[in-house]
């Protein structure tokens, strides 16, 4: 009898056990709830399921999700959707990108463009050390240290969050190839002097004076450092002897600054392998005999189209 008791007490155990085990594991797949309506459509579509409950194990096979324009306020239930390789969130109305720093997977980025993204932290990214693309133009950001870690970046876009001044964070990441950093507050470029990858560079509308620092960039192809014709919204730069040092360039621009001598272009020793130069609203003396119109001449005469008209 005591035996029958014990093997009952046994297979007990087993079956409670068992259910515990069984509990845990469905208690992993739980329903997801997302605070924002939009964003849970554009989930349900990518999930090819319109009604019911979104559970965790329906959401592992999205990668991809383009939630351009959708008009999403809170990202709140997205940290979820944990094997996310590429995200566009463009054209939003977001300013807490904290669920992201749960997407460990994710490769390319995009929160801005333009209006109405209202964003200024960037803290949550700090941890997404897969990323190679991300864009963060038209937003509110100040402090890139978030940045620092992510080695893998391939390409960075900053443009018009007005606020920039210190990109000394960006100063490790060797693996850009593409930054655009127009339409900010910097002064100082020397940090992107470590950048010796980096073939294409925007830094337009901005307050950079000082260029020499980018002559370790052997291998830009692109080099725009011009802007929009207004006072207080614009590089001054005068000197660009540091163009003389950088081989690989197909592109320059340097519309509204304040150059006067056009002559270091002429003496890059790959000058034929430039495409278009804008000198435009500069302090070049274009007159007929003058010798910013000669060397002018000579590049037309070598195949480089000359943007010079007007002058200021």
């Not at 991809?64 to 054209?91: M, P, R, V, Y």
Request: with cysteine; net charge negative.
């Amino acid at each position: 009898m005591k035996k029958k008791i014990f093997l009952l007490f046994a297979l007990l155990v087993i079956f409670i056990i068992s259910g515990g085990l069984i509990f845990a594991e469905d208690a992993e797949d739980y329903p997801v709830e997302f605070a924002d309506k939009s964003l849970e459509r554009a989930v349900r579509e990518a999930s090819n399921k319109d009604v019911g409950d979104l559970y965790i194990s329906e959401l592992e096979s999205i990668t991809e999700l383009n939630l351009f324009a959708k008009g999403i306020n809170s990202l709140e239930g997205l940290q979820h959707l944990t094997n996310l390789e590429k995200l566009d969130l463009n054209q939003n109305y977001i300013a807490d990108i904290e669920p992201l720093a749960e997407l460990s997977q994710l490769r390319e980025l995009t929160i801005g463009a333009w209006e109405p993204n209202q964003l200024s932290d960037i803290s949550p990214l700090a941890g997404l050390e897969k990323l190679e693309y991300l864009n963060l133009s038209g937003n509110r950001i100040k402090d890139l240290s978030p940045l620092k870690n992510l080695i893998k970046l391939k390409e960075i876009n900053l443009w018009r969050n007005f606020y920039i001044t210190d990109i000394s964070p960006l100063a490790n990441l060797n693996s850009l190839k593409k930054l655009n950093l127009s339409g900010n507050q910097i002064c100082d470029i020397s940090p992107l002097s470590q950048l010796t990858d980096l073939e294409e560079l925007i830094l337009g509308n901005n307050q950079v004076r000082d260029i020499s620092s980018l002559y370790t960039l052997k291998n830009l192809r692109v080099l725009n450092i011009g802007g929009t014709p207004l006072p207080e919204d614009g590089n001054k730069v005068r000197d660009i002897s540091v163009v003389k040092h950088l081989p690989n360039l197909e592109l320059l621009n340097f519309y509204d600054n304040r150059i006067s001598d056009i002559s270091p272009v002429l003496k890059n020793e790959n000058v034929a392998g430039i495409e278009q130069i804008d000198m435009r609203m500069n302090l070049l003396d274009i007159s007929a005999s003058s010798k910013s119109m000669e060397i002018i001449n000579e590049l037309t005469e070598k195949g480089v189209e000359v943007l010079y008209e007007p002058q200021k």
